[in-house]
C-alpha cells in the first residue's frame, strides 16, 4: 500500500497571455476550478497507475472540503485518514497559466492545522504501507514527526521537497528519496544537481522537466532521459512524477527503470489542462514506454 500524507487543495486556474505587473488588471482567457494539492494530486496519479493507495490530510467543513473527499473516493482512494475540521477553511491554489507554464499562490488553510503531536495516531497505517510520500505543503514539525515514524518502522520514504525550505540533517538522513527538481536542489543543498546527488547516491533524484531526472547511482551521475511532448498545461507534472515513481517502487522495479517509468507518466500529464485531470493510466504510461 501507498501512504501519501499532505495537501488537498481545490485548484483555481486562470489561462493568461501575460502576467500582470503589480497594480495592473489585464483579461485572462480561460477559468477552471480542479480538485489539487501536491498530497491529493499524487495519491490520484499513483491510484490512476493502479496503486493501492490511502490519503491522510485535512479539508475544511466547507464545499471544496467535501468535493475533496468525494474525489478522492472516485478515483478508490482510501479516504478515512482525511480529517474535517471547522478551525479552518479548506486550501485553494490559485493558479495563473502562461505559455504552458505556471505560477501558484496556495492558502493552506485545513493543511496547516495539524501538529506534530498527532502524528503518532497515524502509525498503523504507516505500518501497514510500502511506501509513504511527502511534501512539503503540511506543518514541517508534523512532517518530521511523520517521516520519523516511518523511518522507525522501516517504511520506504518519499519525500518531494515541495515548496522548497531548509531541512534538518535528520529528516534528510532518513527520507529514502529526496526529489526536488532544479530550483528546489539549489534551495536546499546550495549545490549544482550534479553535485547534490553525488553526496545523496541512490537517494536525490533532481527532476528535469522535459530532460527527465538524474540521480547518482553510487559510481557515476545517471541520466534518465524525458519524452517529448505538446505540453499545454505543466501543473501537477511534478505531482504526478512523484505518483509514479511511488507506485514503480512498490512494483520493486529498479530505480533507472522506475524513473523511466515516471518520466512517461509525468510527459503524458501535461497534455492535459489541469493537475488531475491529465494524470495517465497505466496502460498510457505503457504505450509511451513502449513507443
Known sequence: MITVVGSLNMDLVVHTKNVPAIGETILGDDFFTFPGGKGANQAVAAARLAGNVTMVGKVGDDLYGNTLIQTLKDEGIHSSYVHVTDQAKSGVAMI????????????????YAWNREEAESFRDVIKQSTIVVFQLETPLPFIEEMISIAHYENVDIILN???????????LEQATYITPNETECDILFGVSPEEAV????????VT??????MYCNGHSVV???????EAVDSTGAGDTFNGALAVALTDQLPLNEALEFANAAASLSVEKHGAQQGMPTREEVHKRLSS
Open 96 to 111: 495563473t497559466v502562461t505559455n504552458q507554464d505556471n505560477s501558484i499562490i496556495v492558502a493552506p488553510g485545513a493543511n
Open 198 to 205: 553525488r553526496n545523496y547516491p541512490n537517494k536525490v533524484i
Open 208 to 213: 528535469l522537466g522535459k530532460n527527465g531526472a
Open 161 to 171: 521537497p515541495a515548496p522548497a525550505v531548509q531541512l534538518s540533517s535528520r529528516i
Open 223 to 229: 541520466r534518465i532521459a524525458g519524452f517529448d511532448t
